[in-house]
């Protein structure tokens, strides 16, 4: 990938073409960040630099693919798993389909690296801690809105 402009471009023409072969395209040419553990920095890049929701979709939606499918190092998931939980927290609003993607592969992260060591269990707290910074109202709303971000899903 050449430029940012270009990536923001494909990913538009993947989620959005009426085209099959377009999009058959630049699902071929946007491949490489899901399945090559070397593009998980790219992805990471992508997240803070792109402009474009379908952006932040690829990145996330690779990201979760690599987390996924591929054994990561205990190091590299702690990374992961900071980098999420602080994006979340200091992001500006995002489309609901990529806040949903973020924190499908928080959850993800979590759950694969629950045993592996303590810190990914911290992440219930974290999220409570955060909530209740931004939801001062009590503790009902704070449980309902654990509920809507998928906090309560985390163990699943």
Known sequence: MESLAQLEAL??????SQDSAERAHAENALKCFSVNTDYISQCQYILDNASTPYSLM??????????????LSLH?????????????????????????????LLCRV????????????????????????????GSAIEAKASRSFGISEMML
């Open 11 to 16: 990913c538009e023409r993947l989620y959005n």
């Open 58 to 71: 690829l990145a996330s939606s690779s990201l979760l693919k690599q987390v996924t499918d591929h054994s």
């Open 76 to 104: 590299l998931r702690l990374d992961i798993r900071n980098y999420l939980i602080n994006y979340l927290a200091t992001r500006g609003p995002l489309p609901q389909f990529v806040n949903a993607s973020l924190i499908q």
């Open 110 to 137: 979590t759950k694969f690296g629950w045993f592996d060591d303590d810190r990914f269990r911290e992440v219930v707290k974290e999220a409570t801690d955060f909530l209740s910074q931004l939801i001062p109202f």
